[in-house]
């Protein structure tokens, strides 16, 4: 019977396939595991033919529908091992099949794919301009020491044109896989050996020896090529396969990445920034997946900012084990603050009531009424939070002393004794209500843990995703959960995606990454013309980088996807923008897509509300992500803003994009009282709706009634749709 493989190529078509495409792909794939090799080139039903003038003898096509063909390369050395490489319409199917020629890498022996008559098309006119240009990229590099790293012919001809980065990275989509990522590292300054051990060796069968061409079937090809092909064995695993969500291939790493999570040791703290969509947590989980592997019994402690966010981390990292429950049993992911909570009470045998923001800001209103002070609630708030728990102030002696560095209004001595006694008495009326903030309890914690024997939980490691809205506390508590030393820190985030108030400095807490950092550039999620659009809400505002030591910049952050600009439309009112938000979200599911892969988000609950109560008169099913819904759960996802963080869906729908919610009045410190903080909540505003659209992985709508937000870049309405 054939043996049926799925190359990546497949899955990212497979995805977007409307229902009946998708039940015919499965009819189709279950006749090829039911027939014999002899049946299978005589059966109509599949219809399984050569494809003319193909540059690839092995290419063949068969029948999904009357309008959709699978794109099959068939064995030609007697195994029986077939792998569908694409679904695409008829018409276009033999023209993407007659293009492209698979072939076995001499270097890692993987299978690897090249559009043949791009690379011809191209090569002569670059020869041309090559001879003339000034220096070429790779120039430094023998022909000898690049065909062992795997480099073959045709591909090397073409390597010699090339002048700089982005000429390299024009031939990403035409060159094979494993010499495409030999060429990057080599352009990125690594040196030959390096590429050799990080690529080559790592993917290299450990048993071939560097002559041996035996292996050179199609059938060992594939066996060595897990990292871009599937292989099914049987009936069952392919109907359980075809059933996965396409959330369960957003744990691949693709190879470029696999450098910083698969490295072997750390020493010290490492650290891993990158825009949305470059794939941070992916990274994260595939160093949780490593750092298990070096005990048999080392523990890691994987956090994250939200409740939701750890739910999603912890259905990936299962699927990444393929649900090995004694790995699992060795993680813990929680948040930051459950990890206070859970110290505290094990360490102290209670925990104080905690209270939110908003009851925290009544309890400073009483305060500065109390005092009479000329300051506001907010100002006593971010002095509270921005000094006081940054710095771990204890006393007015310390108070006096201590750095207000970010702070926009200046303080003398006599102003910060009565700060001070606003600080006593804010503490005061919690320890009288027995009540904590989240921070404060944090705080808590890291005093805890500093004095208690770490053998208690055992961690070795810990790792930590979304790192970018951590507070100073917060850090204090993950750097004393775990003893100094190699692999003790990994962290990953990205300042622009800095959805909350909070500044950092590592190095200050002990947590100094400098040698030991990595940034991602590459954007797997959305498509360039999303990510272009939403790239601009941004601004040209400096964004401090994780350290809090220096800034961070988006130079050169890029996608290699393509599909549709986002949607961008105003409406007369906001009954009228629901509608075509609804109508929307019918058109997406005409299309196939799931309603679980697609989003709604609004800044404030109230519109979320409408959104609600309109899918559901037209019996569209939708579900709120606070309700933590699982995979399995149907329904459009509805969020604020703030709740899209660290989440991605095939579709988002962005509403309310107002000039009162975007940016949003109360959250802004007025100019007159603190400039600096003032700069700092406005960029952060315009963070979280630049998080809500690099949700959006194919299609991005955003809309809003009466004036828009600032924010958005000067296009009108039309030009952008």
Known sequence: MPQLAFANSFWESYDVLEKPVKAGVRKAMAKFQQLSIAELHADKGLHLESVNNARDARMRTIRINDFWRGVVLAPDDGTDTFLLLN??????????????????????????????????????????????????????????????????????????????????????????????????????????????????AERRPADTDADDRTVDSLAMAIANTTSRITLVSSADELSEILDKPFAAWRVFLHPSQRRVAYRASYNGPAQVT?????????????????LLTRSPDSRVLLTTYTTALAGTLREHLALLLDGDAERLARVEVTTVNAFAVRTVRNLVGRVPSLIGDADERQIWRRVRRQLDLPWTEQFLAQEHRHVILAQRVDDLAAYQKASRRGRGSALGPRQREQVWQAMEMFRAELGAAGASTHLRLCSEAARLLGEADLSTHGFAHVVVDEAQDLHPAQWRVLRAAVPKGPNDLFITGDPHQRIYDSRVSLGALGIATAGRSARLRINYRSTEEILAWSTGLLGSSPTEDLSGDGSDSLAGYRSLLHGTRPHVAEHPTEQAEVAALVERVREWIKQGVRPSEIAVCTRFNLLLDRVHEALAELGVPAVRVKEQPGADVDGVRLATMHAMKGLEFRCVAVLGVTAKAVPFAKEITPAEVDRIQHDSDLLRERCVLFVACTRAREALHLSWSGPGSPFLPTLSPSRVR
């Open 87 to 200: 679904v695409v319409p008829h018409d276009e199917a033999y023209g993407w099949a007659a293009k492209r020629l698979y072939t076995i890498n001499s270097a890692t022996r993987a299978l690897e794919v090249r559009n043949v008559v791009a690379i011809e098309q191209l090569t002569p006119a670059l020869e041309q301009a090559a001879a003339t240009a000034s220096s070429l990229l790779f120039a430094g590099h023998s022909d000898k020491v690049l065909r062992q790293l795997g480099i073959d012919d045709q591909v090397l001809r073409a390597v010699r044109t090339i002048i700089d980065k982005p000429q390299l990275e024009a031939f990403s989509s035409l060159f094979p896989e494993d010499q495409f990522e030999v060429l990057q590292y080599l352009a990125e300054g690594f040196t030959p050996d390096d590429v050799y051990r990080d690529i080559v």
């Open 274 to 290: 990158g825009g949305p969509g470059t794939g941070k947590t992916v990274v994260a989980l595939h160093r949780v997946k490593h």
